[in-house]
């Protein structure tokens, strides 16, 4: 098993690996799986690849990721039980960066200046939507179809409409971006502050550097957001111990 060009939706081959695996008994209920890093290097496969075929069998109640901790076995397959394959998380912003790239870069040339107002506001929307506890992407997602808007070509708008509502169609794609809002990850407004300022500026290559760039920063948030989360705790943990010690040599 191999991450080359040819290869059709790789992250389904490993997860009926790991399926059978389980079924085998070779992990059993309760027990970790190996660690992201080590499956990786078993299958020569990429990071992204053993996270999406670990949470193609999460969608289907196989196994529970416990954040710090790893994936656990929490029930066996039947014979018949077979992960379900949606679109993940993954391919979903690998296909918006080549099309919202593409439609930044388009945009810029067609743009308007009460539709740029009308971005910079929402820009303002997604800091205050990353500062509410209970904040929703909602306007991440008119920020990014007020752009696809912009192109005049409905096309485009359709398709860039479409790849958002597969973030919550797909069981798959939803679970990790749940993953990332409960992990903090949120809607950076630097980077989408960048593409405006180059759609303001009217600059084709400038929209599409910044769109890539922002849409590049999504998948490696979704790659890291556990990662990012075992960090922080640790940090808390070893303050906390830190300021126990210090009380007790008061």
Known sequence: MSDKPGHDRLYQELARVLLEEIASGKWPVGSRLPAE????????????????????????????????????????????????????????????????????????????????????????????????????????RAFHLAIARATRNSAIYNAVEHLWDLRQASPEAALLHAKARTANVKPVVEEHSAILTALRQHDPAGARAAMRHHLTQVIDSLLFTTE???????????????ERYSRATA
């Not at 994936?71 to 949606?86: I, M, Q, S, W």
């Not at 945009?107 to 303002?124: G, P, S």
Request: charge should be negative.
């Open 228 to 242: 990012e989360r075992q960090i922080e705790e640790a940090r808390k943990a070893a303050q906390a111990k830190r």
């Open 37 to 140: 890093r080590e499956l990786a290097a078993i299958h020569n496969v990429s990071r992204p690849t053993v996270r999406e075929a670990i949470i193609a069998l999460e969608v289907q109640g196989l196994v529970e990721v416990r954040i710090g901790s790893g994936a656990y076995v929490v029930r066996l397959p039947g014979k018949d039980n077979l992960p379900g394959f949606n679109i993940t998380a993954f391919e979903l912003t690998e296909a918006r960066l080549l099309f919202e790239s593409e439609a930044a870069a388009l945009a810029a040339t067609q743009i308007a200046d009460e539709e740029l107002e009308a971005i910079a506001a929402l820009v303002e929307e997604i800091a205050r939507e990353n500062n509410d506890p209970a904040g929703t992407d909602r306007a991440d």
